[in-house]
């Protein structure tokens, strides 16, 4: 069974910095980061293909954010910083365990991602 459980949400003040984490049993080939605020869709913010360690990032957060992972410790990391009020959004673990043909991570993740119940970003100017 597929167990993703994020942590590190919180409120915080514009230009500061927070670490989400992302407890994920078992090997996935993608693992990645998406967000949804409130009336939006939901946005891919950041993808690792976990073997090779190669990341994608939305426009909106790069140079900003940063996901990386520690796979002894079956985790994934996003850290986040200079942040906006725009970044204030519900933030979604998302992994999937194999490799989907002709698609990009993300693409993959949002169509067959399993998901953790997400953690709260609250971002005040």
């Known amino acids: 069974q597929v167990q993703l459980v994020e942590s590190g949400g919180g409120s915080v003040q514009a230009g500061g910095s927070l670490r989400l984490s992302c407890a994920a049993s078992?090997?996935?080939?993608?693992k990645g980061w998406f967000r949804q605020a409130p009336g939006k869709e939901r946005e891919g913010v950041a993808a690792i293909y976990t073997a090779s360690g190669i990341t994608y990032y939305a426009d909106s957060v790069k140079g900003r954010f940063t996901i990386s992972q520690d796979n002894a410790k079956n985790t994934l990391y996003l850290q986040m910083n200079s942040l906006k009020p725009e970044d204030s959004a519900m933030y979604y673990c998302?992994?999937?365990?194999?490799?989907?043909?002709?698609?990009?991570?993300?693409?993959?993740?949002?169509?067959?991602?399993?998901w953790g119940q997400g953690t709260q970003v609250t971002v005040s100017s």
């Open positions: 998302a992994a999937v365990r194999e490799q989907m043909y002709g698609m990009t991570a993300i693409q993959a993740l949002r169509r067959f991602g399993s």
């Open positions: 078992g090997y996935y080939y993608y």
